[in-house]
């Protein structure tokens, strides 16, 4: 792939020895920061400034808005047929795909800034995770930095970007639940993840725990300890569940079966169709997170006045358009307009996570060895972080590579070289901004590899005063789009 100069972003080594940064009390709200017996959580920041965190602030929520009105397309206008074969959503929830619910809920839009600006690479809209770290871990670390840094007379301060997420969160999941009480969903609110799983316990723990400092009595209980009674209910610690969140991906709940073959997920999604359990996280987010919805968005956009003409009304809004032109690049459901442009792009499995299903491809539409990268002379003295791809089972790679694709044009991303832990370790940029409610609440940074992993690094987001951006053509080879 030709060569680019990328931007580099700035980090800073935060005034906290690790044993001391992670305190009994953190860990107890977020237990994995070693993860893949490898450090996940950093004590070092990256920095953003005031007007990059205002931008992100404004195109995020005006990304989200494109994504509703797509949406609300969709579930309208679109027949059964395209949400399938188009979209991928699987034949067996494009019922529950059209359950339109007037609340938005929880997402996080993943973000690169590349040569052309801020872009909006993909929609985390059914179970988005990095909370814990984003909403109470940096805040911890920035808050007592800044105490360090004041007792030593230091003039060294940073802000917090996220520091109003919890806040969000918190409103978002109360004006859900209102609204499920007032649909006459009386029984018991639980919150369901994993047991063994302690990424997406904990996830699932924090935003049980903000609901309860709200007022309401909710309560957690396993995935593994459900029970579900066709045609009655779902029940968890023998009570009779009315308002469920569930950190499990829908895509996963629909084909689950018990040992004896009871269609567990189906029979659940049957439960919600009869109004016998409302789902937190709506159903309607599986045609958020299905990554075709970027592809069928830049569809609307290019053929716009053609499709709107047997509209009652333009499907977009002249700034809708703008803000799809700007922020989200061009995304198709074949690599045709790239290879016929000798532009790079990558391909992503529909339902890929974490990484899982990606692939980068170059000027010429030839597979990059970017996934098994070989280390270079300079990588030899600043180590990079693995990809994902180098812990994928077979199973997994099976999985993905059956699923539908996207094509999204390829968009650099800026490297970060942290000085951690006695070494530099170096990676790329990936920066979550949550959206809860359809308004911003703050950033998940994570640097990882060519392609954005489990392995990737979380860091706190925070702002610098006069915080300068360098190019060191010597430093830094190209970056990889997550």
């Not at 007032?182 to 609110?189: D, H, K, L, P, V």
Request: glycine share 6%; charged share 25%.
């Amino acid at each position: 792939m030709e060569q680019q100069v990328n931007r580099i972003r700035h980090s800073l080594k935060l005034p906290l020895e690790e044993r001391a940064a992670f305190t009994d009390e953190r860990l107890r709200v977020v237990p994995y920061v070693w993860m893949h017996n490898e450090p996940y959580c950093m004590t070092e920041a990256i920095l953003y400034d005031k007007t990059e965190v205002m931008e992100l602030r404004q195109a995020s929520e005006h990304v989200h808005q494109v994504f509703e009105r797509v949406l609300r397309f969709v579930q309208h206008e679109l027949p059964d047929i395209t949400l399938v074969q188009q979209l991928g959503i699987p034949a067996q929830l494009v019922e529950a795909a059209r359950q339109a619910e007037p609340i938005s809920g929880i997402s996080r839009q993943d973000w690169i800034k590349g040569p052309q600006g801020w872009k909006c690479i993909e929609n985390n809209a059914d179970t988005p995770t990095g909370i814990p770290e984003a909403a109470y871990l940096a805040e911890q670390f920035i808050h007592e930095s800044n105490m360090l840094w004041e007792r030593k007379g230091e003039k060294q301060r940073l802000l917090n970007p996220s520091d109003t997420l919890s806040s969000q969160l918190q409103h978002t999941l109360v004006k859900m639940l209102q609204y499920y009480r007032e649909q006459g969903y009386s029984g018991t609110i639980v919150f369901s993840a994993y047991r063994d799983h302690a990424e997406d316990r904990a996830n699932t723990l924090y935003l049980l725990k903000l609901v309860q400092q709200a007022g309401w009595e909710a309560e957690f209980c396993a995935l593994e300890d459900l029970r579900v009674v066709p045609g009655e209910g779902l029940y968890a610690n023998n009570h009779k569940v009315g308002i469920w969140y569930r950190l499990y991906p829908l895509e996963y709940l629909m084909t689950d079966e018990s040992e004896d073959g009871f269609p567990i997920g189906r029979a659940v999604l049957a439960l919600s169709a009869s109004k016998l359990l409302a789902i937190l996280n709506p159903l309607q987010s599986i045609l958020l997170q299905s990554k075709a919805m970027m592809a069928l968005i830049w569809a609307i956009h290019e053929h716009h006045d053609e499709l709107s003409s047997t509209m009652s009304a333009p499907i977009l809004t002249s700034g809708e358009r703008e803000i799809i032109k700007r922020y989200i690049p061009p995304t198709y459901l074949n690599p045709e307009p790239f290879k016929a442009t000798g532009r790079p792009y990558v391909a992503k499995s529909i339902w890929g996570r974490e990484g899982k299903g990606t692939t980068i491809y170059d000027t010429n539409g030839v597979c990059e060895e970017g996934m098994n990268e070989p280390v270079t002379k300079e990588k030899e003295k600043q180590p990079f972080i693995p990809s994902e791809a180098d812990m994928e089972d077979a199973d997994d790679q099976r999985y993905y590579a059956a699923q539908p694709k996207i094509y999204q044009a390829y968009v650099p991303m800026e490297a970060v070289h942290m000085a951690s832990t006695g070494n530099q370790l170096s990676g790329y940029l990936l920066t979550g901004v949550y959206v809860p409610g359809g308004t911003y609440g703050g950033l998940l940074p994570r640097v990882g590899g060519r392609i954005t992993g489990d392995l990737a690094r979380f860091c706190p987001a925070a702002i610098q005063h006069d915080v300068h951006w360098t190019i060191n053509k010597e430093q830094i080879d190209e970056g990889e789009s997550s």
